[in-house]
């Protein structure tokens, strides 16, 4: 399950995605659950860039009581089935996720290490996700996405991470030559075809741990009684 990723950044290179418009907003470096980032959709005759918010039913949406879930990945397996995804799916609402990496934990040491997971050759990349339209409380309209994800238990590469005895996952990379074909689909069928694991000899991985978080700093009697 992938719950982060590298957004490739506005002013960075963006000759892989020629087809595309750099986008015209701002988005943190690392793209988190709920974080708006780049996607690339289909607009009617052209392709888009707009932003949307990772996890195709946000958290604002979860009704009051019910318990929180997440929706940032979508199995391929399921994803016509299961209520959050099958009608982006069932309607072909497709689209891309611009990045530079993702990043997996990797239990090779006997706990989890963060690994970060790019092309060989240094290249962005792009992932195939599914978007959805949300009404939100003031009337605005706003987007979401999750990514899809395929089985990973016999690939070199992406085998290695998530958690021993867990099903491994891996998102779905699609190739520059098939940008346009991806998010033109016309079948499910058609889109399912691109639901494929990506050579591992073209990836590159490594350790990536986050930085240490910095100590909270305690505050004495002294120090309360100034704040008085």
């Not at 996405?145 to 089985?151: A, G, I, S």
């Not at 986050?210 to 002294?222: F, M, N």
Request: neutral net charge.
């Amino acid at each position: 399950m992938c719950t982060s990723y590298e957004a490739n950044p506005n002013d960075a290179r963006w000759d892989t995605f020629s087809l595309f418009p750099r986008p015209d907003f701002d988005y943190k470096p690392e793209i988190y659950k709920d974080y708006f980032a780049p996607i690339f959709r289909r607009g009617g005759e052209a392709f888009e860039t707009v932003p949307a918010s990772f996890g195709i039913v946000p958290r604002r949406h979860i009704p009051p009581g019910v318990k929180l879930f997440d929706t940032m990945n979508a199995r391929a397996e399921s994803v016509a089935d299961k209520r959050s995804f099958s009608g982006a799916w069932k309607n072909l609402q497709l689209c891309l996720l611009p990045c530079r990496a993702f990043f997996e934990p990797n239990y090779e040491t006997g706990k989890a290490v963060r690994w970060k997971i790019g092309m060989a050759n240094g290249d962005p990349l792009a992932i195939a996700g599914l978007w959805r339209q949300w009404k939100e409380a003031d009337g605005s309209l706003s987007l979401a996405f999750t990514m899809l994800t395929v089985n990973s238990d016999a690939h070199p590469l992406m085998k290695r991470f998530h958690k021993p005895g867990d099903e491994k996952r891996s998102v779905v990379i699609v190739p520059p030559t098939g940008y346009a074909d991806w998010l033109s689909c016309k079948s499910t069928d058609e889109a399912r075809s691109f639901l494929q694991l990506y050579p591992a000899e073209a990836m590159h991985a490594e350790p990536f741990p986050l930085p240490p978080r910095k100590p909270k700093l305690a505050v004495t009697e002294d120090d309360q009684r100034q704040l008085l």
